[in-house]
């Protein structure tokens, strides 16, 4: 009896293994580590729903010109007293107009222009800055590591809305200037992280084995260490996100970020909140905008560190 059920057992795993090998074939190629995050994301919907709104969001953006062009047919800097506080739908105006007859939905999507692109261009600073200080942190290690890290200190123990508060009183920032100083004070929590990795992976055989081979160090750490280091990175960008959006509208909400006439969706909720009590669209449209773009990206964030997680397996 035994006997036959062990034979039973053998020919089952021989027919799964024949399986996986003809799977295999099918696909052509190997299963990869990218390629199972890919499909482990895939198969999280919330997380493909927020990337759906992400792209869809990007492209509104990128494309505000177009919208204002041949949808709204209103340009950004015309305005008509006499149309102003039109509700949605009303004279022409698809999503209304503001206190000064502005068509709200220009104003929305040049806001997200500015607003996406601030807190993009803020992410790609920091994840620049951090990975490169932590990389050289974690690498080398000694007095390089010990004034890299103090500095990285000094940097925690300032508050960084005051911070913020502070430069934006006593300059006057487009969005330019905006995304360079929020990626100055967020870099830093990327840069311990990095640090962390890059201590761990730098001792393991591979890299001992480009070094006998004789191997430099920049190339050990580009192209031996820091693509190991990559799903942290990622992980920490699609969640560091949110909170830059947020951070900026904060600042042009506070009147210290970008000045109108340049729409963003927190000057814009500035404006209406003098004259809510006429047009509760006029609060209701930018705070949904800042709300839907956040909560997508911490669904795809969310989503995406469990698909990068190396302890899953598909």
């Known amino acids: ?26 696909n052509g190629k190997p299963r990869t580590y990218l390629g199972m995050a890919w499909r ?3 198969r999280n919907k919330l997380a493909m729903i927020g990337l759906g709104i992400m792209i869809l969001m990007i492209i509104i953006a990128l494309g505000a010109g177009l919208i204002s062009e041949y949808i709204t047919g209103k340009s950004l800097q015309e305005q008509s007293l006499r149309n102003n506080y039109m509700g949605i739908g009303e004279g ?14 220009t104003r929305l999507v040049y806001g997200a222009r500015v607003s996406l692109g601030v807190a993009g261009l803020s992410v790609v600073v920091a994840l620049t800055v951090g990975t490169l200080v932590g990389t050289f942190a974690g690498f080398y290690g000694k007095w390089v590591d010990t004034i890299l890290m103090r500095l990285v200190d000094i940097m925690l123990s300032i508050p960084t809305l005051f911070l913020l508060l502070l430069v934006a009183t006593l300059w006057r920032m487009g969005p330019m200037k905006l995304a360079l100083v929020i990626a100055a004070v967020s870099w830093v ?5 990095v640090r962390g990795e890059v201590m761990s992976v730098k001792n393991r055989d591979y890299v001992d084995a480009a070094r006998v081979v004789g191997v430099g160090n920049r ?6 260490i820091l693509p190991n280091v990559a799903p942290v990175i990622i992980v920490w960008g699609s ?7 947020l951070t900026e509208a904060t600042l042009s909400f506070l009147g210290l970020g970008v000045q109108p006439p340049t729409p963003s969706w927190g000057n814009m909720l500035t404006s209406a909140q003098k004259v809510w009590s006429h047009s509760t669209a006029m609060v209701l449209l930018p705070g949904f905008a800042i709300y839907i773009t956040v909560f997508a990206i911490n669904l795809f964030g969310n989503g995406l560190r469990d698909a990068l997680d190396p302890r899953l397996t598909d």
């Not at 969640?239 to 959006?245: K, Q, Y």
């Open 189 to 193: 929590t990327l840069s311990r992280l």
């Open 92 to 105: 022409g105006y698809i999503l209304g107009s503001d206190d000064l007859g502005r068509d709200t939905l």
């Open 219 to 224: 190339r050990i750490m580009f192209r031996h």
């Open 239 to 245: 969640l560091v996100v949110p909170g830059l959006i």
């Open 40 to 42: 482990r994301l895939r």
């Open 1 to 26: 009896m035994d006997t036959v059920q062990e034979t039973e057992r053998t020919a089952a795993a021989g027919t799964r293994s024949s399986i996986d090998r003809k799977s295999l074939e099918r």
